[in-house]
């Protein structure tokens, strides 16, 4: 069909190319693309060189038997699902070499008989492995974590002991704790997190979505994994120095999380607990590592039936997470944290306007310079997406036909939510509860915050399409 489409224009269409709208598209696009190969070329070694050795060095360094504890936090989890999660924890907890001990943090009375009774049926009076359950009011995944970090503290783990961190819908391997305790050989290393594959139960759509993202998320995070410093320890499970959890500083960083924003003040974050752990171990110097052959499974429920409004609902929350964190890491600086990372961290800002670049021109060019200029865009999208699409095996066996299209969607789509986030940084939502934080203020003070963010945003905008109608020639500067 591409080349089908690509042979029907005429060849006058193609003029565009070595015009000034082509040079100018083509100049965002090779950033954009060597930026993307960069990674690719990065992850590529990591997996088949470096990771490898890191492996073999840590199993041959490390001490056998430390202790772990298993921190699994539960809300509103299906019974089914938290069946599965508890089951794989206590697995995981039975096959550790040393002592293990499971902290449930629940809400739920009927969770608290649940996981007493698998328990119980699992483990026996000769296993090294403990239950500590923990039950808080239902006032979000911050406290959940905070109390049971507190909890774990109080059973004065040694300060080479573990912590795995599990969300209530993430199903661990059995061998979880002994294929990532010997990374923590290293002192300097504070935390690491693995590789993810979904368990969706939506539509085949939002199926292929998930294992796409999951695709392009094992390319960048091995591509990170490369300077020791991944972009988020994901709360889906990742695993920290128990001495780290234990810290109170490091407890507060993700109980009562804060920024001062220049024009919504100071307010507290509702979720991005991972990125609130990460920011906190990036500051203090610790390494934090991927391991690219260790999967963890989840299990996802679309916030709604409709796939646009739920790639939009957790798009807003993830991308919020990400600018609401990533100022403060762009202000430690390149020295402190590594100038590739340092420069990842900056590409998340600048991304989300490059990414709409190309569209914004090629209509622009349409409109008033040649109107072919949309369909040799089209071609040009078609034949890219499929070429990164290909590339993705290297992460995964297989891909799907409809790769090139989502790929297309989450960057237009996603560049636009992350503009819509960037002025409206206040608006926090869960998808899974039904907590939402809209920024302080009054009725008319918060309208008129609302106006302005709505202003800043549309000037912003007007800012993008002036710069690439220059950019193609359809506008001049005066001299």
């Not at 039975?94 to 649940?114: K, M, N, Y």
């Not at 507190?150 to 391997?173: E, F």
């Not at 709409?356 to 040009?380: H, Q």
Request: aromatic share 12%; hydrophobic share 50%; with cysteine.
């Amino acid at each position: 069909m591409v080349a089908w489409l690509a042979t029907s224009l005429p060849s006058q269409a193609y003029a565009i190319i070595d015009s000034r709208t082509g040079l100018a598209i083509g100049l965002i696009g090779l950033w954009r693309y060597g930026w993307g190969a960069l990674h690719f070329i990065r992850s590529i070694l990591y997996r088949a060189v470096v990771y490898p050795r890191l492996k073999r060095q840590a199993e041959a360094s490390a001490e056998q038997g430390k202790p772990v504890y298993l921190l699994v936090t539960s809300f509103r989890i299906p019974t089914e699902v938290t069946i599965e999660v508890y089951r794989a924890a206590i697995r995981a907890a039975l096959a550790a070499p040393g002592r293990a001990t499971i902290v449930a943090s629940i809400v739920e009375l009927a969770d608290q008989r649940l996981i007493k009774q698998l328990f119980h049926q699992m483990v026996g009076a000769n296993d090294r492995v403990e239950l500590v359950l923990v039950r808080i009011d239902g006032t979000g995944k911050r406290d959940a974590l905070a109390f049971g970090f507190r909890a774990i503290s109080r059973l004065l783990p040694p300060p080479d002991a573990m912590v795995a961190v599990i969300d209530g819908d993430s199903i661990v391997p059995d061998d979880l704790v002994i294929r990532c305790a010997p990374f923590f050989h290293d002192p300097v290393v504070g935390a690491l997190t693995t590789d993810e594959f979904a368990r969706v139960r939506g539509s085949a759509l939002f199926k292929q979505w998930y294992d796409l993202r999951f695709a392009q998320r094992q390319i960048l995070m091995s591509s990170m994994g490369l300077s020791r410093r991944v972009l988020t320890l994901t709360g889906r499970m990742s695993m920290f120095r128990a001495s780290i959890i234990c810290d109170p500083k490091f407890i507060a960083q993700v109980e009562t999380d804060s920024i001062e924003h220049p024009r919504f003040g100071r307010f507290k974050f509702l979720t991005g607990d991972d990125k609130s752990s990460w920011f906190w171990l990036l500051k203090h110097g610790y390494h934090m590592l991927y391991l690219p052959d260790l999967k963890v499974e989840t299990v996802e429920d679309p916030p709604s039936s409709s796939f646009v409004g739920s790639a939009s609902a957790l798009m807003i929350r993830w991308y919020g997470n990400m600018l609401r964190t990533n100022g403060r890491a762009l202000a430690l600086g390149p020295r402190r944290i590594g100038f590739f990372t340092w420069w990842a961290v900056l590409d998340q800002r600048l991304s989300m306007w490059t990414c709409l670049v190309g569209l914004t021109s090629a209509i622009l060019a349409t409109l008033f310079v040649s109107p072919f200029t949309i369909l040799v865009y089209a071609v040009w999208i078609l034949v890219s997406r499929y070429v990164l699409t290909l590339l993705l095996l290297s992460a995964r066996r297989q891909v799907s036909v409809a790769y090139p299209f989502l790929l297309y969607f989450n960057q237009v789509f996603g560049a636009a939510m992350k503009t819509f986030i960037f002025f409206r940084m206040n608006r926090q939502k869960w998808t899974r509860q039904k907590t939402t934080l809209a920024g302080g203020g009054g009725g008319l003070v918060q309208r008129a915050i609302n106006l302005e963010s709505a202003v800043y945003h549309a000037a912003s905008l007007l800012a993008l399409v002036a710069l690439c109608s220059w950019m193609i020639g359809v506008t001049h500067v005066l001299n």
